[in-house]
């Protein structure tokens, strides 16, 4: 769609500027660890795939970081095919869908894994941290911290990108593509 063809060399500042938190999350570890889990593959790679990002794009952004650590041989034999796959290259050519956040809130991330929900699976402290680097006052952290009590992540992610862009969101986030995709008419309007 028109606000969603993201390039490589815009991706950095895209990450930072429009995505939500849980993919923010993601983005910052790979970039840090070289590496990340198939849940954290999984979760950002369709999400990447659904904010535009083309197959040969994509290859390059996973092949610059994992090669860092594993060599580009074992890249192309363990991760490039998978990468292929989500874009329905690889298998049975089914196109996958980015997750919605329903689904990203009920996973289940285990030790060493980065997907997920922060809202709902990181510590009070993790996600304060977090939320402050976004640039919450304290007051806008209380409000989302008292949703995330409630177990309303969702509204919790609403609440943020209502504090982050300055304006309301009164269909609420559900979806991670969804922020983003509000974000950029935000930032491009
Ligand atoms: Fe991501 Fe959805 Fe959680 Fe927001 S509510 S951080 S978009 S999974």
Redesign the pocket.
Known sequence: NEYADISLKDIDQVAKSSF????R?LFEKLREDHHLKHGGRMQLGLFLKGVGLKLDDALAFWRAEFTKKVGSERFDKEYAYSIRHNYGKEGKRTDYTP???????SSAPGVGDHH?????HFSEDNLRAALGRMGLSSRGMEDVMDKVRNKH??L???L??EAVYGTSCDAG????N??FEESQKILKS
């Not at 939500?20 to 993919?23: A, G, T």
């Not at 986030?173 to 991670?176: D, G, L, M, S, T």
């Open positions: 939500p938190l849980c993919m999350h997750y919605a956040c329903q689904k990203i809130i997920g929900c922060p809202y709902r992540y969702q919790a992610c609403t943020t990108f986030i559900n979806h991670p969804q922020y």
